[in-house]
């Protein structure tokens, strides 16, 4: 609270300066002040308002690719379920070694692994290709009707493009723009290929009411037009007004830019798969209202100098507000995760690594990794919906149990994080506290989710480290808490372990 007065006193302040300046101007000569109405008023209006509405693109523009993000980083997951047992992956087709009936026996525990898995999203195409085009699983009739001739193996394997993980996405194969393509390589002879429809992207991408001519769009590395809020480019090149203005940029993953041009405001932001969210607004849209504010005012500021000087402070502030509390409000949803109120990954990660920049070195703090055992059965038994009124409980069950000193953030599917600064307190005081801590967490969440329990063995476990030198590095935070974690999961979950203790303590 105490910041955001700041902020709004040094605001209020600059503001009544700017009104100084404007009744001093107008004493001098009306001439003048018409002059400074036209430049200084409505041009600095025009300029902040650009400011403003680059920040609120901006933090919308990063909101999409986290969402595209988090939908991509799924559709990577699920497939490597297949990993868990070598007759799903090790399995060759054109292996004429296995006869007619262990193959058909294979194939039909293939399938069934594969109907278990792809269930668990929207999947268009879900199946393994063979070197030879045999297929286990489901391809959709529109990916088959794109290889009549043949090929279907041997085109997809090329955009296997990560060596590092044997895999890659691909768009628009063969001329087909309806569904984007994940593909992953489970042995020599075999890759699995999974696909959604392009227009379920509707669900990650974010509209702000306040910009209803912002075109919002998702290109691959081609510069070819994946999704698009204009449906006739989809499958196009990028519009070449667009292009031409981001053409010079660098673009990594993770890299956001911003770009003004005389016609357009455009934001783009790369995905962890190199395909990048570029975000566009027509400069006059934007200043569409401060034009038709600055000819009004050239037609009665030589009659009513003094009273256009006070319509034109009125209006610069009721143009301010809305626009100040349209970026206040992305940039509270870019850091909140939407479903467990808690922060996202990212602007966890952000707030524990500032955190640890202005830490002294001999302050201690506490990272805990919390897992909740056997959530699968929660969404497998009682549905995704019910799965994700559990997350919602979870997050306000932690915001309940620890107040504004600890950082809460959600770090994807069923994982939540805390940490915790402790200035000026000992090893001991600090462990203790860890412990009740942990404690009250166990039991609190035995009390919430009992019929869970009951159910589903729904259960928490969680892993602590505490920070005794002058760690800055967030990944080693994690890494550890995350070991201690491994650690409880492996003696039985339902329980909490330091990391680094030989001899682990457990809460039942």
Same mark, same amino acid.
């Given at each position: 609270m105490s910041m955001k007065k700041e902020k709004r006193e040094r605001s209020d302040e600059r503001f009544r300066l700017f009104q100084y300046e404007v009744l001093f101007v107008f004493a001098m000569l009306i001439i003048v002040v018409t002059a400074f109405l036209d430049y200084v008023i409505l041009d600095r209006t025009g300029k902040a308002m650009q400011e403003k509405v680059s920040d609120l693109i901006a933090a919308n523009s990063r909101q999409i690719e986290l969402n595209i993000n988090s939908y991509l980083e799924r559709m990577e997951t699920?497939?490597?379920?297949?990993?868990?047992?070598?007759?799903?992956?090790?399995?060759?087709?054109?292996?004429?070694?296995?006869?007619?009936?262990?193959? %058909?026996?294979?194939?039909?525990?293939?399938?069934?692994?594969i109907v278990d898995i792809g269930l668990m999203d929207n999947y268009t195409d879900f199946g393994i290709v063979y070197s030879d085009d045999h297929k286990v699983g489901w391809i959709s009739h529109g990916?088959?009707?794109?290889?009549?001739?043949? +090929?279907?193996?041997?085109?997809?394997?090329?955009?296997?493009?990560?060596?590092?993980?044997?895999? #890659?996405?691909?768009?628009?194969?063969? #001329?087909?723009?309806?569904?984007?393509?994940?593909?992953?390589?489970?042995?020599?002879?075999?890759?699995?290929?999974? @696909?959604?429809?392009?227009?379920?992207?509707?669900?990650?991408?974010?509209?702000?009411?306040?910009?209803?001519?912002?075109?919002?769009?998702?290109?691959?590395?081609?510069?070819?037009?994946?999704?698009?809020?204009d449906d006739a480019e989809i499958g196009k090149k990028l519009p070449d007004d667009i292009l031409n203005s981001i053409k010079g940029e660098f673009f990594d993953v993770g890299n956001s830019s911003s770009i003004v041009t005389h016609d357009y405001l455009i934001n783009t932001n790369v995905c962890f798969n190199g395909w990048r969210v570029v975000c566009s607004v027509p400069t006059d849209i934007i200043l569409k209202e401060n034009e038709?504010?600055? @000819?009004?005012? /050239?037609?009665?500021?030589?009659?009513?100098?003094? /009273?256009?000087?006070?319509? +034109? /402070?009125?209006?610069?502030?009721?143009?301010?507000?809305?626009?100040?509390?349209? %970026?206040?409000?992305?940039?509270?949803?870019?850091?909140?995760?939407?479903?467990?109120?808690?922060?996202?990954?990212?602007?966890f990660q952000e707030n524990v690594e500032n955190e640890l920049k202005k830490e002294p070195a001999d302050d201690l703090a506490v990272f805990v990794m919390l897992d909740m055992d056997n959530f699968k059965q929660i969404n497998d038994k009682l549905g995704h919906s019910y799965g994700d009124q559990v997350i919602i409980r979870m997050g306000k069950l932690l915001r309940k149990l620890y107040n504004d000193q600890t950082i809460i953030g959600r770090l994807g599917g069923d994982e939540f994080a805390l940490y915790t600064g402790c200035k000026g307190i @000992?090893?001991?005081?600090i462990k203790a506290a860890a412990i009740d801590g942990m404690i009250q967490v166990v039991k609190a969440f035995e009390e919430e989710f009992k019929q869970e329990r009951e159910q589903c063995?729904?259960? %928490?476990?969680? +892993?602590?480290?505490?920070?005794?030198?002058?760690?800055?590095?967030?990944?080693?935070?994690?890494?550890?808490?995350?070991?201690?974690?491994?650690?409880?999961?492996?003696? +039985?979950?339902?329980?909490?372990?330091?990391? #680094?203790?030989?001899?682990?303590?457990?809460?039942?």
């Open positions: 699920t497939p490597t379920l297949l990993f868990s047992d070598e007759a799903f992956y090790l399995y060759d087709a054109t292996d004429e070694n296995i006869d007619e009936y262990d193959k %058909v026996k294979n194939e039909d525990t293939i399938k069934n692994r990916t088959q009707d794109l290889f009549n001739d043949g +090929g279907f193996y041997d085109t997809f394997s090329e955009y296997i493009t990560n060596p590092k993980k044997n895999d #890659g996405w691909c768009f628009g194969v063969n #001329g087909n723009y309806d569904r984007m393509y994940y593909i992953k390589r489970l042995n020599p002879h075999a890759i699995l290929v999974s @696909s959604i429809y392009t227009r379920e992207l509707n669900s990650v991408f974010v509209y702000p009411e306040q910009l209803e001519e912002m075109t919002i769009r998702l290109v691959d590395g081609e510069n070819i037009v994946m999704y698009s809020s038709e504010l600055k @000819s009004f005012t /050239l037609k009665v500021s030589g009659v009513l100098a003094f /009273l256009f000087v006070l319509i +034109g /402070l009125i209006i610069i502030i009721n143009i301010s507000k809305p626009v100040d509390g349209m %970026v206040t409000l992305l940039q509270d949803k870019a850091e909140i995760d939407r479903l467990s109120g808690v922060m996202n990954k990212a602007a @000992s090893m001991e005081v063995e729904l259960s %928490v476990s969680a +892993g602590v480290y505490i920070k005794e030198v002058a760690e800055t590095d967030f990944m080693d935070l994690y890494e550890k808490s995350d070991s201690a974690l491994y650690k409880s999961k492996h003696k +039985g979950k339902a329980c909490y372990t330091f990391y #680094g203790e030989e001899v682990d303590i457990d809460e039942k």
